[in-house]
């Protein structure tokens, strides 16, 4: 596994002319991968946008190392960076405390009257969108961190929204829609460590190819 970061060149609006939507970032992420599309592969590539310093980036978790000139395409020459993912994997033990970031498309299932299948909604308010992540850790192969004395059962969690928006997707038939995108950041604690590393690798909740799902963590001490 790789994971491998470019910086976005905003400044260079004939470059970012089409990039509207989370569609024109999927094919960009997609394009990063020349071999694969020579040899027929469809392989998954987890994605998100990050801002840091001031700066926008786009980051990649994949299978593959990513051409570096395809990566830079869209984004700043020289900035482009990629990293063995596995490496960073086999140093987390469980008991692990770890500070992350993680942008999901929080939702839930509704059932609906004559259908075996059920509706899906987006989780719309923090307390809601709090509450998908908490339902989540468990299987997810984490806990999330608790804070003494704690007011409730959300607030006593050391994790917050820090960003939410509704971001334009194009589909290929029908009209646009808007996603949730919600990013969190906090603490969490490992307790499964193969269902750990799973959710790093595989990301968590839905829409992974348009920019969800991606977990990132770093050690606290």
């Known amino acids: 596994?790789?994971?491998?970061?470019?910086?976005?060149?905003?400044?260079?609006?004939?470059?970012?002319?089409?990039?509207?939507?989370?569609?024109?970032?999927?094919?960009?992420?997609?394009?990063?991968?020349?071999?694969?599309?020579?040899h027929g592969e469809r392989r998954r590539h987890l994605w998100r946008l990050d801002q840091l310093t001031g700066k926008n980036y786009l980051l990649v978790l994949s299978e593959n190392e990513p051409n570096?000139?395809?990566l830079e395409k869209y984004g700043v020459l020289g900035t482009a960076t990629t990293k063995s993912y596995d490496q960073f994997l086999d140093t987390i033990k469980i008991g692990d405390i770890m500070r992350f970031r993680l942008t999901a498309n929080p939702s839930y299932t509704a059932p609906?009257?004559?259908?075996?299948?059920?509706?899906?909604?987006?989780?719309?308010?923090?307390a809601r969108q709090r509450q998908w992540l908490i339902k989540k850790a468990q299987a997810a192969g984490f806990k999330l961190v608790w804070q003494q004395p704690a007011i409730d059962e959300v607030d006593g969690f050391v994790f917050d929204v820090v960003s939410r928006d509704y971001?334009?997707?194009?589909?290929?038939?029908?009209?646009?829609?808007?996603?949730?995108?919600?990013?969190?950041?906090?603490?969490?604690?490992?307790?499964?460590l193969t269902?750990?590393?799973?959710?790093?690798?595989?990301?968590?909740?839905?829409?992974?190819?348009?920019?969800?799902g991606l977990m990132t963590v770093i050690a606290t001490v």
């Not at 004559?114 to 989780?123: F, L, M, T, V």
């Not at 971001?167 to 499964?192: A, C, I, N, W, Y």
């Not at 269902?195 to 969800?212: P, Q």
């Open 167 to 192: 971001p334009m997707l194009h589909r290929k038939t029908g009209h646009g829609v808007h996603l949730s995108r919600v990013v969190f950041e906090g603490l969490l604690q490992v307790q499964d």
């Open 1 to 38: 596994m790789y994971l491998s970061r470019v910086e976005i060149d905003t400044k260079n609006r004939q470059k970012l002319k089409n990039f509207t939507h989370l569609g024109a970032y999927h094919n960009w992420v997609e394009q990063g991968f020349p071999d694969e599309i020579n």
């Open 68 to 70: 570096k000139g395809q």
């Open 195 to 212: 269902a750990f590393k799973g959710t790093l690798i595989k990301g968590l909740g839905r829409e992974k190819a348009f920019g969800m």
């Open 112 to 126: 609906r009257p004559g259908q075996k299948r059920g509706r899906i909604y987006p989780c719309v308010t923090i």
